[in-house]
């Protein structure tokens, strides 16, 4: 987001963006490939038993002959941006003085494609490091609208998924994602205003919210991340995107009576209607 050739002095650019201007200074130090290694393991855990918290996590991590501290294995969640699921008052930590904004899916039928969207991030192993995916899709066609990798968890890539979205297929009525500091951001919720739709945040019970792109991101991983070792973060991208045009126009899905995305969301065929929970 920050842009050194602009006309813009540094640290206006990182006034205007509410960040501190020394952050831009740090040389960023390589990972070690013991963390490397925990993290895809944490990772791979998670996605096998998306209801361990971290405490659980760590013990069978021990188990396995990886010992790792309390602290640090929840430092790796947190880099990881996972968390468990299950039914509990809170899903993630907003950002502090970040406004958390209603559920509003409760009861709702979802009855034809880009009523609703939803968006997540989800870690992405690479051979040498890791970088994040963020992609939106519409629930009722399970189609995904967009996708942005980056090397950073900051909003700006929330941002540029959204707009791209919009860009392509219009406002949805409705923008549900979890209350992570990405989605809480100034610059995420401008975003949502300026399209015209509403903004929705899993609340209280609402742990089920996000679960058609949480299978997603488990149908990405074993099908597609968890079999390659992307070289460079272009690599990942490019292969990346292609499953996702796949799975989009080629898979068909038994939730959507064999149809693909595609065809749902283009209204080529019928879909069963959805009702949140």
Not at 75 to 104: D, S
Not at 199 to 209: H, I, N, Q
Not at 262 to 274: D, F, K, S, V, Y
Request: charged fraction near 25%.
């Amino acid at each position: 987001m920050i842009n050194r050739k602009h006309d813009l002095p540094l640290v206006q650019q990182c006034k205007a963006l509410k960040i501190h201007r020394t952050t831009i200074y740090r040389e960023p130090k390589p990972v070690k490939q013991r963390q490397l290694d925990l993290m895809k393991l944490i990772d791979r855990i998670h996605m096998d038993d998306p209801a361990w918290g971290c405490r659980k996590v760590r013990e069978y991590l021990i188990e396995l002959g990886h010992p790792i501290g309390r602290r640090h294995c929840t430092t790796l969640f947190r880099k990881l941006g996972i968390h468990c699921i299950y039914r509990k008052p809170r899903t993630t930590i907003p950002h502090i003085g970040h406004k958390v904004y209603p559920y509003l899916l409760r009861h709702m039928e979802i009855v034809k494609p880009n009523q609703v969207w939803a968006m997540d991030i989800t870690y992405i192993p690479m051979a040498k490091g890791f970088v994040y995916l963020t992609c939106v899709m519409d629930i009722y066609s399970r189609k995904i609208l967009s996708s942005v990798i980056s090397n950073t968890l900051d909003a700006g890539f929330c941002v540029e998924a959204y707009i791209e979205a919009v860009r392509l297929y219009g406002a949805p009525e409705i923008i549900n994602t979890d209350q992570g500091s990405q989605f809480t951001s100034d610059a995420f919720v401008a975003a949502v205003a300026a399209s015209g739709a509403r903004l929705s945040m899993d609340g209280k019970g609402a742990w089920t919210d996000n679960i058609f792109i949480e299978r997603f991101w488990r149908s990405l991983k074993y099908e597609e991340v968890y079999l390659k070792a992307y070289d460079s973060v272009a690599d990942a991208k490019r292969s990346i995107r292609r499953y996702i045009e796949n799975y989009n126009s080629i898979r068909p899905h038994a939730s959507l009576g064999g149809n693909t995305p595609n065809e749902i969301h283009e209204q080529r065929t019928t879909a069963p209607l959805l009702m949140a929970s």
